[in-house]
């Protein structure tokens, strides 16, 4: 008996030994980010297996400068990007049909050039006429020495316009990149002036990747300063939805209003306060011209620009080339970005090996959807 006794005291000190070890070794290699990569994994799996074809939301269409439509933009407009009068007819074409929401996932910094001025007028006039575009800026913390500016002015301006659609900064949450007000020192690619001021709002359209050059997270929000700037498509939700600044952030999460569910967010130390993103599968065959697009790639319907640009004036184009008139537009949230090679817009995910420009589709659907992910430390 007395045998048996050490025996299962032996064995429980052993089982308590070994899990005490275990946990030790599994909080180490935790805390020094080496289980990462088995996260990741699972998060590419879960995609891969979730990624439904039907899964697209159909209020949202995609503006795609693909290869064909980037050919056509040099050829006939000399250029990539075009003249902003391109962008100007396009948004007069979209306004008459009232859609929710117009976003452009491309960088109008500068002006459009010293002889074309009005066009950058008319484009202003475009925005300001429609309320409800949103158009994007980058900004990047520099590496050490890497920026100096000769003139705090410019770089002044900039973070100006940027304040001006900015909302008050929450202590220890978004992505802080410092507590100066107005670094000088950070790069910044802001929108032309005036294109700025006529927009409904501003969004950051900085990606952030993981340690495999993959996007599987954005942020919310980068918090520079007493100020936080949206993301582009963070801004977009909020242009859609509304939504109240001041209670945007819960305990383990994040939420559109006061009475909206809370929207989890990555568990990872690089995803804090970054939204998990849930990638969809191609909805049907006839969201991609020819049927060519790329297995993962194209959830929503999705129309080349040269398609557009023949709705606008059909002069343009051969008969039987698909046209889209207003209307048909109705309604949707239209996102306008490039896929073409040449517009380096293209980013890995875990559906392949590039995606078209179109993030922020990925995580408006995810915002708003309810079909939030959690981190694997939290399944």
Same mark, same amino acid.
Request: proline fraction near 8%; avoid cysteine.
């Given at each position: 008996m007395a045998y048996l006794?050490? /025996?299962r005291k032996n064995f429980v000190r052993g089982a308590v030994l070994a899990g005490l070890s275990t946990a030790l070794l599994v909080l180490t290699l935790n805390y020094f980010d080496v289980l990462n990569w088995l996260e990741d994994d699972?998060?590419?799996t879960r995609m891969s297996l979730s990624a439904k074809p039907n899964t697209g939301d159909?209020?949202?269409?995609?503006?795609?400068v693909d290869n064909a439509s980037f050919d056509v933009f040099k050829e006939r407009f000399g250029r990539w990007p075009p003249t902003r009068l391109v962008w100007s007819e396009t948004l007069k074409y979209l306004s008459r049909g009232k859609p929710r929401a117009v976003v452009f996932d491309i960088m109008f910094g500068g002006p459009d050039s010293d002889f074309q001025i009005r066009n950058d007028a008319k484009f202003a006039e475009r925005m300001r006429d429609a309320? $409800?575009?949103v158009i994007g800026f980058t900004i990047n913390k520099p590496l050490a020495g890497e920026y100096k500016v000769a003139t705090p002015d410019p770089i002044l301006a900039k973070w100006m316009l940027l304040d001006a659609d900015s909302i008050p900064a929450v202590p220890g949450r978004g992505t802080s990149w410092g507590t100066e007000e107005h670094p000088l $020192?950070?790069?910044l690619n802001t929108p032309w002036g005036p294109l700025a001021k006529a927009a409904a709002g501003l969004g950051s359209t900085n990606v952030d990747l993981d340690d495999d050059g993959k996007i599987r997270h954005v942020p919310l929000e980068f918090a520079v300063g007493s100020h936080a700037y949206n993301s582009l498509f963070m801004r977009t939700v909020r242009l859609l939805n509304h939504q109240e600044d001041s209670t945007r952030w819960a305990a383990h999460g994040f939420r559109l209003n006061r009475d909206s569910p809370v929207v989890p967010l990555g568990t990872?130390? /690089?995803q804090k306060d970054s939204l998990l993103l849930r990638w969809h599968g191609n909805r049907n065959a006839e969201n991609c011209a020819k049927g060519d697009c790329e297995k993962g790639n194209f959830a929503y319907l999705r129309i080349p620009y040269w398609n557009i640009l023949c709705s606008i004036q059909r002069s343009l184009c051969n008969e039987g080339v698909? /046209?889209?008139p207003p209307d048909f537009f109705r309604n949707k949230i239209v996102i306008i970005g490039a896929s073409a090679t040449g517009s380096y817009e293209n980013h890995p995910t875990p559906l392949g090996d590039t995606v078209p420009g179109f993030l922020e589709i990925t995580c408006c659907t995810t915002m708003s959807s309810g079909r939030h992910l959690h981190g694997c430390s939290r399944c």
């Open positions: 006794d050490r /025996t699972a998060y590419d159909p209020d949202i269409v995609i503006l795609d309320g $409800n575009v $020192n950070y790069p990872k130390d /690089t698909e /046209t889209f």
